[in-house]
């Protein structure tokens, strides 16, 4: 079992930036591929960013690529996501995500794909 907590969210200007960590409990962190998803009110939970066990793979979503990077610290058990230039359209619950394995694509990219969550940190973004 992994336990995922979030931290790092809040209130920031367009154009600002946060860092939202994702601390993880229990079962060997190197052993699962690290995604973030986010939740904005009335839209589905969708994709952000994904890394894999390694750290040499990552992935992103098109609306986020060139303002965020995902990257873990295995050491610490804890993934991160820097956000840079932030847009009002990034306003979400920002979810952490994990999948079971060590592959390169062995990743969280799709709510299927997730075998465990956090409990979500607010991000708003104001114009």
């Known amino acids: 079992q992994v336990q995922l907590v979030e931290s790092g969210g809040g209130l920031v200007q367009a154009g600002g930036s946060l860092r939202l960590s994702c601390a993880a409990s229990?079962?060997?962190?190197?052993?699962?591929?690290m995604g973030w998803f986010r939740q904005a009110p009335g839209k589905e939970r969708e994709f952000v960013a994904a890394?894999?066990?390694?750290?040499?793979?990552?992935y992103y979503a098109d609306s986020v690529k060139g303002r965020f990077t995902i990257s873990r610290d295995n050491a610490k058990n804890t993934v991160y996501l820097q956000m840079n230039s932030l847009k009002p359209e990034d306003t979400a619950v920002y979810y952490c995500?994990?999948?079971?394995?060590?592959?390169?694509?062995?990743?969280?990219?799709?709510?299927?794909?997730?075998?465990?969550w956090g409990q979500g940190t607010q991000v708003t973004v104001s114009s």
């Open positions: 995500a994990a999948r079971r394995g060590r592959g390169p694509a062995v990743v969280p990219r799709t709510i299927h794909e997730s075998d465990y």
């Open positions: 229990g079962r060997t962190f190197s052993s699962y591929g």
């Open positions: 890394i894999s066990w390694s750290g040499g793979s990552a």
